[in-house]
């Protein structure tokens, strides 16, 4: 092994990027862009200090892709649709609907134009229920006193 690295010259840790950065696009995390990037600017330092040990190189690579991952996850998230719809479902917290269906599959509640699954008490079609919290993109709700 360190037969390999003794052997390791620049342009293998560019190469070693460029192959990282072609994974990236078909993984979709971010994680190894961050470190196809460390290895590129590992490969260009060690073509401006070719005296550089192989212990150095790995050691500067290691040290960059830590660094570069963790600012990365600090400063720029990936967002998912995921998200964005329990961030939806969370918005309707607090606010009171109208069951307009209860059957085997579960009960649905009028939300706007759309129907929303909803679960958490007893529902009968017609009355009115406020949401108190979320699962997913269901419902949890309690009946609402205060409209009846």
Known sequence: MEAFFVNMDYWHWLVFGLAL???ELFA???FFLWMG???????IV????????WQLELLLFSVLSIVSILLAKKYFPVKT???ELNARAARHVGNSYT????DENGAKVKVGDSLWLAKGCDMQIGQQ???IDTDSTTLI???????N
């Open 28 to 30: 979709w995390s971010t």
């Open 21 to 23: 950065i072609i994974i």
């Open 46 to 53: 060690s073509k401006i200090m070719p005296d550089l040990s």
């Open 37 to 43: 990037v460390s290895a590129m600017m590992t490969g």
């Open 81 to 83: 649709i995921d998200n």
């Open 141 to 147: 709700v309690e009946p609402d006193t205060d409209n």
């Open 99 to 102: 069951v307009v269906s209860n």
């Open 129 to 131: 229920v406020r949401v």
